[in-house]
């Protein structure tokens, strides 16, 4: 069988199929559905530094091949998820990738400071792209803010950063190039696309914070030019997110210049894609015969 370990330069994993942050929960969730041995690893729901209520409802919506979603980082805050999720977490034979985000640096290197003390995590990633929530945004559409939020959080961790990077900007390679010159491992991309949907009825919108976060295989073709024009331009490896479900789908990806993938919208009607994709691949790549996933990745011509 061909190798499917994959290496995002400090950030080694067994196979380049995880789970995105926020359709995973925190693995509990999924356990009577999903082999974790077999992902290559598995990023829990966004933390941050106090608990958050999130935004009103309605915080979902499903469009026209995809979905809609304003949840604003609903979560416990990060002393409750060290205490009662982490545990569980690092009990599972996957890597385990903590998300992160915050108001400001500062919050950023704290949390990055706590969990970089802990033993047994994979990494970091840096949400400084969430789309539904008031500030996080402005990071990740600023080169010079998101290169200030990576390089303070590499000074104060020494576990591998991933910057999970905005489609909603005019040049995601600038962004990319800045997160790599100041030291991420890896860049993942995208999050959700801004959008809306409304009740022409009502004169409303449908979602209760107006605006959302569209994903799912709307977005899948614009994720991979995101993905290809990063790739091409960024020396830093990419993780490919956006409307990934099938096999031909995470080859698209990896094709494009994908190092790994995330697998998003799926989870929620399909509990078990995640692990269903990982065979997949090992039974996709000894079709072609090819002996490691590495001799697929960037190879568009």
Partial sequence: MASLAVSLNRLSL???????????????EMEAFVDFSRLGGIIPKTITPLPRRGNPPPRTVE????????????????????????????????????????????????????????????????NISCPNV??????GTNPEMAAKVVSAVRSACG?????????????????????????????????TFLGMAIDWRKRRPVLGNTLGGLSGPAIKPLALRCVYQVA?????????????????????FLVAGASAVQIGTANF????????????????LADIGVESVGAVIGSLS
């Fill in 63 to 126: 469009t026209a091949s995809g979905m809609l979603n304003s949840i604003g980082l609903d979560n416990d805050g990060i002393d409750y998820f060290i205490a009662s999720h982490l545990p569980y977490l690092l009990s599972l034979d996957t890597a385990i990738i903590a998300n992160i985000a915050g108001k400001d640096v500062g919050e950023f290197v704290s949390m990055a400071s706590r969990l970089g003390q802990v033993e047994g995590l994979a990494g970091l990633e840096l």
């Fill in 159 to 191: 576990l591998p950063v991933i910057a999970k990077l905005t489609p909603n900007v005019t040049s995601i390679a600038a962004i990319a190039q800045a997160a790599a010159e100041a030291g991420a491992d890896a860049v993942s991309l995208v999050n």
């Fill in 269 to 284: 009607y399909n509990p078990g894609v995640s692990e269903t994709l990982a065979g997949a691949l090992e039974t996709c």
């Fill in 134 to 139: 008031s500030g996080g945004v402005d990071f």
């Fill in 14 to 28: 067994a196979n380049p199929i995880l789970v995105a942050s926020g359709t995973f929960g925190y693995a509990r």
């Fill in 232 to 252: 091409q331009n960024v020396d830093v490896p990419v993780i490919g997110i956006g409307g990934i479900a099938s096999i031909d789908d995470v080859m698209e």
